[in-house]
């Protein structure tokens, strides 16, 4: 009951807070207070201010000069917009890996015989190939601009029908040599050897696309170039390449170094293909130095 007497006494026992002039010490303004009420008053204040601090912190443009390390809701959206482009882009990169595998399966010998015992594209790799370039994020206009084309394709085909000599022909040899082994699609050889020495330079055939320029296992350090058309030409077992996939290419130009590289090769030569509607040609009938001397 004593320490009870002793707390009231000490925290209840009232003050008088008195403010007096200095020279006449006329009494202006006077408070009564005790322990308890001004530490509760001290206790509020601080509280307000602390929710003070917090409020401008928390929601006013301050806090970005505030707290150490704070990401500004500017530079936080740009962040999530540059995650969300990113991650359009690697699909996008892994659709374009897929369309290349699946060219790299064809091109390097992957194809299959129809009645005529002609060789004819892998059907499914080229219906894959389209599903993947189909699958990109085309905007209307990108729509529109493919109907376009696709159409002036369709006139450009059957333009191109009425004269299918000329659509077949190969404007340019790849090289000067001699033939070594013949076009014989019932082996498995759906192209032309050339014999050349060591080294010399290999020339596209026409204008077009660079669509493949890598090493495979059989064939080589390849090139293969889209050219209007329709038509395809591959070159293998080069020794080095001097182009890269998605360069154009104009007729004639080097685009690799004659050589003997891939598991198929026996010696220094030039294997070259030409595809037309994704079909194998036999390339010396439509080469104007031996296409007088080939059946047609």
């Given amino acids: 009951m ?48 602390a929710g003070l601090t917090y409020f401008v912190i928390a929601w006013t443009p301050l806090r970005e000069y505030i707290v150490p390390g704070y990401i500004s809701e500017a530079n936080r959206m740009r962040a999530i917009n540059v995650e969300l482009q990113a991650d359009s882009a690697l699909h996008a990169l892994e659709e374009q890996q897929r369309f290349l595998n699946d060219l790299r399966t064809v091109l390097s010998g992957q194809v299959i015989l129809d009645e005529l015992g002609s060789a004819v594209l892998d059907s ?95 064939g080589g350090y ?30 004639g130009d080097p685009i690799a170094v004659l050589g003997g590289t891939g598991t198929h090769s026996t010696g220094p030569h030039s294997h070259f293909e030409w595809w037309v509607d994704g079909t194998a040609l036999n390339p010396v009938q439509w080469l104007p130095e031996y296409a007088s001397d080939q059946p047609r």
């Fill in 2 to 49: 004593a320490q009870f007497n002793n707390f009231r006494e000490r925290w209840f026992k009232r003050y008088r807070l008195v403010l007096h002039e200095e020279q006449s010490y006329k009494e202006r303004w006077q408070m009564t207070v005790n322990r308890w009420g001004l530490a509760t008053a001290s206790a509020a204040f601080m509280m307000a201010l």
């Fill in 124 to 218: 499914a790799a080229m219906a894959d190939t389209e599903e993947g370039l189909n699958d990109w994020g085309l905007t209307d206009e990108d729509i529109a601009l493919r109907e376009r084309v696709e159409e002036e394709d369709r006139f450009a085909l059957q333009r191109a029908k009425s004269n299918d000599r000329t659509s077949r022909s190969i404007p340019f040899a790849p090289l000067q040599g001699e033939i070594s082994s013949e076009f014989d699609p019932a082996i498995g050889h759906f192209g032309v050897d050339f014999v050349a020495p060591l080294g010399s330079v290999i020339h596209a055939v026409d204008d077009g696309t660079v669509m493949l320029a890598s090493y495979t296992s059989d």
């Fill in 222 to 251: 390849v090139v293969s170039i889209q050219h209007p058309g329709n038509r395809i030409s591959v070159y293998k077992h080069n020794q080095s390449l001097l182009v890269e996939v998605g360069d154009r290419v104009q007729t």
